[in-house]
């Protein structure tokens, strides 16, 4: 079980903006792709959720932007849970190039229930697929993370 997931990026044109660096808006959807991949890695994929009437929607973004990122670079976004509790999640996210932190971020998710649409509490089904890395965990600090974003 992958307690911390890399996700590797490749910044292609089309996540250029008009400035010659990645549009902001790239990294919220590496967000997204990076936090999917690693679901689906520990067995939970969209298919599986959509079998138990439950999805994670998100409620919550923070992104802060520490160093611009360009066509053809080659980047590695580290993402890992850091709690459940409830119907919450709180997911983060380190973006590096080389060693070099270029975003860090979180994201809390709500887990839903689709027939009512309402939040519903996260069962132990899925709790026990998803390794909690807390803040001070020594795998963070091994990983090359500083502090967790959810400290940012």
């Not at 999917?36 to 992104?63: C, E, N, P, Q």
């Not at 996210?93 to 971020?105: E, I, P």
Request: neutral net charge; proline residues 5%; aromatic residues 10%.
């Amino acid at each position: 079980m992958e307690r911390i997931f890399r996700f590797p990026i490749k910044v292609g044109k089309e996540s250029i903006d008009v400035l010659g660096h990645t549009n902001n808006k790239e990294y919220l959807r590496w967000m997204e792709e990076a936090a999917l991949a690693h679901s689906d890695s520990l067995g939970w994929t969209m298919d599986r959720y959509l079998g138990i009437g439950k999805v994670f929607v998100a409620s919550t973004h923070k992104i802060e932007y520490l160093r611009p990122t360009f066509e053809g670079d080659e980047l590695t976004m580290l993402t890992w849970v850091e709690t459940m509790d409830g119907a919450k999640s709180r997911r983060c996210f380190y973006l590096k190039r080389d060693n070099k932190v270029c975003m860090q971020g979180w994201t809390e998710w709500t887990f839903v229930d689709l027939q009512t649409g309402r939040a519903a509490d996260i069962s132990a089904e899925v709790k026990k697929n998803f390794p909690l890395v807390p803040p001070d965990d020594p795998d963070l600090k091994a990983s090359g993370v500083r502090r967790s974003p959810s400290q940012a």
